[in-house]
């Protein structure tokens, strides 16, 4: 139970956390050139804190046991992030932030879904894993480039600094990664984890709910 609620206040705090930190944004506004550490730094914070991405990558390792399949499936997400993270800001391709974070809400939503059979249950196949894990990377990317592209950049230093930026969002995933591994392998080697499997993915997907209604809120209301 407290995993679950957890997992419902990482979701609201994602929600009503919506874009880069103010000093962070006062910093990338001001900042008038190159500052690749910093930039370094706030891509690695931003993923590390960004509770969609991780409730995302939490549902996509949730039943993976082999480093192989880990490897594959993180290293799918995090090129489908950096193609519209570094396309969408350094080619201005603009997309509501609304409707792009309320499809990385729906994308908990699909996996964990997934993780639960749903596709085999309700519609007798599985749609390939590794297409959507990509695809929604994809549309994770677009989430991250939203934030940035909301803030006044400097043209000086600008693909350097929003690679470096990436390379942090980079970083900052295989930190969250390991410590999420090392949680998930706790709790499979106390003996809980088969038996709670279900609970905790209808709690990702409620939380996937959740901040997908929020956003859509956002949209429709100008929350």
Known sequence: MLFVGALAWFAVDAALAHGVADRDAMFIEQNPGRALIAFMYLGAKHMFTGYDHLLYLAGVIFFLYKTRDIAIYVTLFAVGHSVTLLFGVLGEINVNVYIVDAIIGLSVVYKAFENLGGFQKFFGKQPNPRVAVFCFGLAHGFGLATKLQALTLSKEGLVANIVSFNFGVELGQLMALAIL???????????????????????????GFLLADYQMAGYFFGA
């Open 181 to 207: 591994l090392v949680l998930i392998n706790l709790w499979r080697a106390n003996g809980g984890f088969t038996r709670h499997a279900t609970a905790v993915n209808i709690a990702l997907m409620f939380a």
